[in-house]
């Protein structure tokens, strides 16, 4: 399994980011895909969960309505698409594979990338 | 949400001592428990799933118990490369997943 997160960079407050997720060694359209962000202050942090077909997502009450998260699995690509950026977004994002399928299953991250930094300061 | 608190936030040890780290949850999780082990400039990785079941390619020294609301990794025998930062997540309820704030093992 491999996990290559792209994307983050530096913004400023208002500003947007779209992170990619290259997926590969598995069969990208049979799991579920979660981003997990990670800043000093805050640690761990989960985001954005999207079922395997896409057709579920869900995102943490402090970026629903500014976060979206996608997925082409015809690419085997996970996305998301960060509008309104805020300096508490500032962190490392990291993608993560579930062991399972639906946006709700229970399961822990069996597999990460190595995360993107996104810096949200003017 | 559901608070995963770990302790301590950092451990002391020598190669060869056994490590014992703890997390508690704020409601009852069952056994949806995970362990993750961090080294420094990497992404987490996934040690225990299901409170006491190792992860594929993960060493017998390595153990997780618990259920409900304690939990425990232990280590039996450190050796040099398990001086990392580890976390604990709970997949029980959701939304969010939580994890807790981590455990820093560090070499005295």
């Known amino acids: 399994v491999q996990l290559l997160e792209s994307g983050g960079g530096l913004v400023q407050p208002g500003g947007s980011l779209r992170l990619s997720c290259a997926a590969s060694?598995?069969?990208?359209?049979?799991?579920?895909m979660d981003w997990v962000r990670q800043s000093p202050g805050k640690g761990l942090e989960w985001v954005s969960v999207?079922?395997?077909?896409?057709?579920?997502?869900y995102h943490t009450a402090s970026v629903q309505g500014r976060f979206t998260i996608s997925r082409d699995n015809a690419e085997n690509t996970l996305y998301l698409q960060m509008n309104r950026l805020r300096a508490d977004d500032t962190a490392v994002y990291y993608c993560?594979?579930?062991?399972?399928?639906?946006?709700?299953?229970?399961?822990?991250?069996?597999?990460w990338g190595q995360g993107t930094l996104v810096i949200v300061s003017s | 949400d559901i608070v995963m608190t770990q302790s301590p936030a950092t451990l002391s040890l020598s190669p060869g001592d056994r490590a014992t780290l703890s997390c508690r949850a704020s409601?009852?999780?069952?056994?949806?428990l995970a362990w993750y082990q961090q080294k420094p400039g990497q992404a987490p990785s996934l040690l225990i799933y299901?409170?006491?079941t190792r992860a594929t390619g993960i060493p017998a020294r390595f153990s997780g118990s618990g259920s409900g609301t304690e939990f425990t990794l232990t280590i039996s025998s450190l050796q040099s490369e398990d001086f990392a930062l580890y976390f604990c997540?709970?997949?029980?309820?959701?939304?969010?997943?939580?994890f807790g704030q981590g455990t820093k093992v560090e070499i005295k």
């Open positions: 993560a594979k579930k062991t399972c399928s639906g946006g709700s299953c229970n399961s822990p991250f069996d597999s």
């Open positions: 060694g598995f069969t990208f359209h049979n799991f579920a």
């Open positions: 999207i079922s395997a077909s896409g057709a579920e997502t």
């Open positions: 409601q009852s999780i069952s056994n949806y």
């Open positions: 299901g409170a006491s």
């Open positions: 997540q709970q997949y029980y309820n959701w939304p969010p997943w939580t």
